[in-house]
């Protein structure tokens, strides 16, 4: 395909202004072949995914989609950075769900909140609600400005040891991250296969109503300090370790459901 004449001046995918829904997959070079000096995209578009399409660098280029809802984005890049991503999250956008797997730098150096003058801070729009939120970035997002920018409004968060196969426990301050998930009502941990506990202080987050783990065969045992009150399932699945797996039977009775598979 002519690149620049599909997405560009007259081109026929900016002007498709009804367009609602874009796959674009194992097209690596479908960015880095175009001129980002204006937006690419309709801004029409509620459901995107990007998968394996790599040249972006940042989110700018779909800093225009104002009806979105959905956003995946999965090895589109080691260096894809979410500077964009405010315009995403302010009045006017409808940003509700970012899934975002093979990119483990996506959250570093990028602060939200910049420093802003007087007249900046009077004009600023309101940041509108993310709900969900699933990465394997777990690293860089814990660390970064970014989380406190969302982490009011998340209800679901999914986090993958895909990105961290190393990882073998939670720091404090990424501890300190998590608890800062007050309307979170689902967590799950997916694939951390040396992470040998889980973070302290879920007992602190007080709307969580579901915890999954998946596969985190190293994982032996719930955290210390217990779990909240408001826990309605529990969900230990696949490749997980006998004693976790036994210390979750032995709360039947204490939680409405209990999986274990």
């Given at each position: 395909m002519d690149l620049p004449t599909l997405v560009t001046g007259e081109g026929w995918l900016p002007a498709?202004?009804?367009?609602?829904r874009l796959r674009i997959g194992l097209s690596p070079m479908f960015m880095s072949a175009l001129s980002f000096s204006?937006?690419?995209?309709?801004s029409s578009l509620q459901f995107v995914e990007?998968?394996?399409?790599?040249?972006?660098g940042t989110l700018d280029p779909l800093s225009n989609l104002s009806s979105l809802v959905t956003l995946e984005l999965g090895c589109c890049g080691q260096d894809l950075k979410c500077q964009g991503l405010r315009s995403l999250l302010t009045t006017g956008s409808k940003l509700n769900a970012l899934r975002v797997f093979g990119s483990p730098r996506i959250f570093a150096g990028w602060d939200p909140h910049p420093r802003l003058t007087l007249e900046d801070v009077e004009g600023e729009?309101?940041?509108?609600?993310l709900r969900v939120l699933r990465t394997d970035a777990v690293m860089g997002l814990l660390a970064a400005p970014i989380f406190s920018f969302i982490s009011s409004s998340l209800t679901e968060l999914v986090?993958?040891?895909y990105g961290s196969q190393g990882m073998q426990r939670f720091s404090k301050d990424q501890e300190e991250a998590l608890q800062l998930l007050y309307s979170l009502q689902e967590l799950e941990f997916w694939r951390f296969h040396k992470l040998q506990q889980l973070p302290a202080g879920p007992r602190n987050l007080t709307s969580l109503k579901i915890l999954s783990i998946y596969d985190c065969p190293a994982i032996l045992a719930l955290p210390n300090n217990g779990l909240p009150k408001s826990l309605q399932e529990l969900g230990v699945y696949y490749d997980c370790?006998?004693?976790?797996?036994?210390q979750c039977r032995g709360l039947w009775g204490t939680i409405p459901r209990i999986r274990i598979g």
């Open positions: 498709l202004q009804s367009l609602q204006h937006h690419i995209f309709p990007l998968i394996g399409v790599e040249g972006m729009e309101e940041q509108q609600p986090l993958n040891g370790s006998k004693e976790l797996n036994q």
